[in-house]
């Protein structure tokens, strides 16, 4: 397979991985299915509507039909073989005395200068968000002419990685440790992008501040800014005011299940993972009501194996006690965070929190913007999951920023950008 050829400058040994389960385990998830019971009927989960977040939650019928596609018809086969074409890896990586092992997903160019990028995910999403992208990367260009080494792995604890440690706490400063030992040991230590959404974004911003190896960062979610002295509410455009109000809606409506996670960790992880069907109804609602269009059935369902097959719900839930929690930071307003070198920051109008410009400069220094749904003739703002939902789009922002910003960084590296 092309793509597979490390730079020479790596230190880590990645190991070839083939995503695969045995039979016994699918027949075991169908059979959980079959005997899963349906809630009754009741007038909130008969008149529910997901893409409302005053909408009362899932509507029963698509729980049903859901249910019912995903134990006879939906087939895990194909996902893996989709997964399978594209080179995955597992490699160990210490962390303060304990050993990871972290999978991920690469497209490694024979390009000199290529540009290395890892893409990072959030709850409850996985490196399957990205796997469009990576297809269209691979389709566009071939292993000599690929501007890019893409590097998209499973965060501790999700998919195919290990969970973190049993006998102390970790959090997204954790995984920023472990994302960048493993940029800088497969042979990118003189300079990376790091791109992220959600859990992402926040491990991005880390990486940015904390991490020298980071050069630079693009964001399609920031969360937890408000107004300044400088940009108060009243200098918002009407477009931008009705995306803050999609926040606060958010933050009023939409963030029980965050704050669920944030404070009961241990019961809500137990909870799911005792019922495929729970964990269905769990996720399958965030996917419905946080993306523009919803993914299609089969789409929601990849996510929700790979979940399940891998016991990750569980072992994902970490980092909302940092966010939800009794200490919740979001990394945003605080100065320490303030990003200092380059960033960039893709805009959606139906992203939970649709964060205007202006407010993002306060975090960073932000010299690439890219704003869809805002009224001034773009496209219409697509949600949460950029990358699943729209990958086109989200190909052609990651290539318009690192077009503009790599040259930046490499002037001001004084050439160490350039690999």
């Not at 940015?208 to 190896?213: D, F, K, L, N, Y």
Request: glycine share 10%.
């Amino acid at each position: 397979m092309s793509y597979t050829t490390l730079p020479t400058t790596a230190t880590l040994h990645p190991q070839p991985f083939i995503a695969h389960v045995p039979d016994t385990e699918l027949h075991d998830l169908k059979q959980a299915l079959k005997y899963s019971r349906l809630g009754p009927p009741t007038y909130e989960n008969l008149t529910a509507d997901p893409k409302n977040f005053l909408g009362w939650g899932l509507n029963r019928s698509w729980l049903a039909e859901a249910k019912q596609h995903w134990e006879t018809e939906y087939d895990w086969r194909k996902t893996e073989a989709r997964i399978n074409g594209l080179p995955n890896y597992t490699v160990k990586i210490e962390d303060q005395g304990f050993e990871f092992e972290i999978h991920f997903v690469a497209l490694f160019s024979r390009k000199r200068d290529a540009v290395p990028l890892v893409l990072l995910h959030g709850w409850p999403g996985s490196f399957l968000e990205f796997l469009s992208a990576l297809e269209i990367l691979k389709g566009k260009y071939s292993a000599e002419e690929l501007p890019y080494h893409v590097i998209v792995p499973s965060l501790p604890g999700y998919g195919y990685s290990n969970g973190p440690p049993l006998d102390r706490d970790f959090d997204c400063e954790g995984i920023a440790r472990v994302v960048d030992k493993l940029m800088v040991g497969l042979g990118f230590g003189e300079g990376y992008v790091a791109q992220g959404g959600d859990v992402g974004s926040f491990v991005s911003r880390i990486l940015a501040v904390s991490h020298e190896g980071c050069k630079a960062v693009h964001l399609n979610m920031v969360v937890g800014v408000g107004p300044t002295e400088d940009k108060p509410f009243e200098s918002l455009t009407d477009a931008e005011k009705k995306g803050v109000a999609r926040a606060q809606e958010f933050s009023f409506l939409g963030d029980a299940y965050a704050r669920e996670h944030g404070t009961r960790p241990a019961t809500i992880g137990l909870v799911l993972s005792s019922s495929p069907l729970a964990l269905l109804a769990w996720v399958g609602e965030k996917f419905l009501q946080w993306s523009s269009p919803s993914p299609p059935l089969s789409e929601i369902l990849d996510s929700l194996t790979l979940y399940w097959l891998t016991s990750t719900l569980p072992r994902s839930l970490y980092p909302y006690r940092q966010f939800c929690g009794p200490a919740a930071q979001f990394f945003h307003p605080s100065p320490e965070w303030y990003i200092k070198k380059p960033m960039g920051y893709s805009y959606n109008s139906r992203e939970l929190a649709p964060t205007p410009k202006g407010w993002v400069e306060g975090t960073g220094r932000l010299v690439w913007f890219r704003g869809y749904g805002l009224g001034d003739g773009e496209e219409g703002g697509g949600g949460h999951f950029m990358a699943m939902e729209r990958p086109e789009r989200f190909v052609g922002d990651i290539e318009g920023f690192i077009g503009e910003v790599w040259p930046l960084v490499m002037k001001e590296e004084g050439g160490k950008g350039k690999m």
